[in-house]
């Protein structure tokens, strides 16, 4: 059974950054999607980054230039650094991982449909 464990989550003043990271364990795919979703209360969940076996890489319009996904060469674990963090991206994070059924940039829009496993998450607090 795939496992995905989320850390580096935290509470940050406007501005600030973090460095969220997600370990998949039993992990399979020989082509696969992975990416990072939020869900704030109230709010649909969103698709943030997404990238995938091809090297594709997508980013939700809020958070171009500002966050990096990057997945580490050889390991299961992937990365999301924050920066220039606002109260709008407070949220709880989630990692997830699929089988690449879309291109990235399809994917970021379908809010996670296209994804088999997730991890808990991962709380992100931004103050004003």
């Known amino acids: 059974q795939v496992q995905l464990m989320e850390s580096g989550g935290g509470s940050v003043q406007t501005g600030g950054s973090l460095r969220l990271s997600c370990a998949a364990w039993r992990h399979t795919y020989r082509r696969w999607c992975m990416g990072w979703f939020r869900q704030a209360p109230g709010k649909e969940r969103e698709g943030v980054a997404i990238?995938?076996?091809?090297?594709?890489?997508s980013y939700v319009d809020s958070v171009k230039g500002r966050f990096t996904i990057s997945k580490e060469n050889g390991k299961n674990t992937l990365h999301l650094q924050m920066n220039s963090l606002k109260p709008e991206d407070t949220a709880v994070y989630y990692c997830?991982?699929?089988?690449?059924?879309?291109?990235?940039?399809?994917?970021?829009?379908?809010?996670?449909?296209?994804?088999?496993?997730w991890g808990k998450g991962t709380q992100v607090t931004v103050s004003s």
């Open positions: 990238i995938d076996s091809d090297g594709d890489i």
């Open positions: 997830a991982l699929g089988a690449p059924r879309m291109t990235a940039s399809q994917a970021i829009h379908e809010r996670g449909a296209t994804m088999d496993y």
